[in-house]
């Protein structure tokens, strides 16, 4: 019964991940961490486990931006980093209970929320049901606003806010501080969506579908290297000429990281007929790199770092360009900014970042060809 339990635990908490391909699994960390005869210990000076991973000693630092999960023979364990920057929620399934890193999981097994974790704070779920402490002290509520923007899907909730309908307000937000003639929104799909719905709503400017995602490639941003990315957006998406030839069209998506793909898809919509292509965006520019867990991009490589708005539209070769403000962000998500991480948006990071760590973005970028001789 126990062993019964404790591996429909394991199920779910993979489910969990696969719920969240571009979350916390997608950065690398989700780890899954066997403690083989051995007490589960949290030593809150230096914050580390001891456990094993297939025999092997491990040792288990608990870091920023890291949610961490143990399964041992009696007990599943969940523990959330002292600034909160990852959300881990604890739901309850009849007289089980699981552990995912968003809602959306607990749905699709009938689950229901039982509660979100606290920053530093540790859930161990035996037989007895769920015990909570405090495990080490929050450091800072510093909730990443990118779960918001794009990382959790639209059907979870965070703090008690569906994340559809705080997207849905960044379009509505967004189309009142960046008004535009046009004929036609359409969204980048499927992040784009629910801002773009937003945005139609509040504009009054019909909604369509001008660009077709080929559901069977994964993010292009995340991919390693210039070239694959680049190779990327064509497989990805694909035009309808019906909806944008002759038509002036607002294209709104949820942000913009290198522009790689953004430059792409504006020449692709004037390239099947549309007339104007203005490019709203329901995020403020990127400005400065993660250092918690998602492999954004290095500084240099933001198109946002170190140019006006005006250079990045120019730079995408778009009619015009507009982001939504910090502001108009903030208020979307229904919390103040002190619950937040919004370091890749303002600069300022809620926690010291080492400069072996800023230098350790470049590790899996190639090196740019050398220049040719003479
Ligand atoms: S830097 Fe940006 S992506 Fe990273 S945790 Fe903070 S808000 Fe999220």
């Known amino acids: 019964m126990t062993r019964a339990l404790f591996a429909l635990l394991l199920l779910l908490w993979v489910a969990g991940c696969a719920a969240d391909p571009y979350g916390p699994n997608a950065a690398g960390i989700c780890p899954l961490i066997r403690v083989a005869e051995m007490p589960l210990t949290i030593q809150r000076d230096v914050m580390f486990v001891d456990g094993t991973i297939e025999n092997q000693p491990v040792r288990l630092l608990v870091d920023s931006g890291a949610e961490r999960t143990l399964l041992t023979e009696d007990a599943v364990a969940g523990f959330r980093d002292p600034d909160g920057i990852r959300p881990l929620v604890v739901g309850r399934l009849d007289d089980a209970f699981v552990l995912a890193s968003e809602t959306c999981a607990l749905d699709i097994i009938g689950a229901q929320v039982e509660r979100e974790l606290n920053p530093g704070e540790l859930v161990v779920i035996d037989a007895d049901g769920p015990r909570y402490r405090q495990a080490v002290e929050p450091r800072s509520a510093s909730l990443c606003i990118f779960e918001y923007i794009y990382f959790a899907r639209p059907d979870t909730t965070l703090n008690g806010r569906g994340l559809y309908e705080a997207r849905v307000e960044m379009g509505r937000r967004l189309a009142a501080e960046s008004a535009v003639e046009a004929d036609v929104v359409i969204p980048v799909p499927d992040s784009g969506t629910p801002a773009a719905v937003g945005f139609a709503q509040a504009s009054g400017i019909p909604f369509g579908e001008g660009l077709v995602k080929n559901r069977y490639v994964g993010r292009t941003f995340i991919q390693p290297d210039q070239a694959l990315r680049e190779r990327g957006v064509k497989l990805k998406f694909n035009v309808l000429r019906s909806v944008l030839e002759g038509k002036r069209v607002v294209v709104v998506d949820d942000s913009i990281v290198r522009g790689s793909t953004t430059r792409k898809l504006v020449t692709m919509l004037f390239e099947a007929g549309a007339k104007e292509v203005h490019l709203r965006i329901s995020s403020p520019p990127i400005i400065s790199p993660c250092f918690y867990g998602i492999d954004m991009a290095d ?74 001789a003479g």
């Open 299 to 372: 500084q240099d490589q933001l198109i946002a770092a170190g140019r006006n708005v005006g250079q990045v539209r120019d730079a995408l070769g778009a009619t015009s360009l507009s982001y939504l403000s910090l502001e108009g962000l903030q208020e979307a998500t229904g919390e103040t900014s002190d619950h937040f991480c919004r370091a890749c948006l303002t600069g300022v990071y809620p926690t010291h970042i080492p400069d072996e760590m800023r230098l350790s973005k470049l590790r899996f970028e190639p090196l740019p060809a050398p220049a040719a």
